[in-house]
Nanobody, 122 residues
Framework: QVQLVESGGGLVQAGGSLRLSCVTS????????MGWFRQAPGKEREFVAA????????NYADSVKGRFTISRDYAKNTVYLHMNSLKPDDTAVYYC???????????????WGQGTQVTVSS
């Protein structure tokens, strides 16, 4: 079993930056592929970014490419999502997830955190 806890969300003005963190616990000896997803009110959960178990392969949704960066620190059992040039459309609850295989799809992930709210004001 793997537990995931997100933090770092908050209220920021358009153009600002935030860094989300996802601390993993439990079966941390296994380097899981990790992903970030988000869900805005009234919308389905959507893919944001993913990083493979080795940290050398990443993938991003077109809507965040060039603005967001996913990274991981094995020593801290933490995955980060660095978000720059934030837009009001980025407002959502952000979730991190751990999967058994590298994927950009929700179904590829078995473990989920509770989410952290990001609100971007115009």
């Amino acid at each position: 079993q793997v537990q995931l806890v997100e933090s770092g969300g908050g209220l920021v003005q358009a153009g600002g930056s935030l860094r989300l963190s996802c601390v993993t616990s439990g079966r941390t000896g296994t380097r899981y592929p990790m992903g970030w997803f988000r869900q805005a009110p009234g919308k389905e959960r959507e893919f944001v970014a993913a990083i493979n178990w080795n940290g050398d392969i990443t993938n991003y949704a077109d809507s965040v490419k060039g603005r967001f960066t996913i990274s991981r620190d094995y020593a801290k059992n933490t995955v980060y999502l660095h978000m720059n040039s934030l837009k009001p459309d980025d407002t959502a609850v952000y979730y991190c997830a751990a999967g058994s295989s590298y994927s950009t799809h929700i179904m590829g992930y078995s473990y989920w955190g509770q989410g952290t709210q990001v609100t971007v004001s115009s």
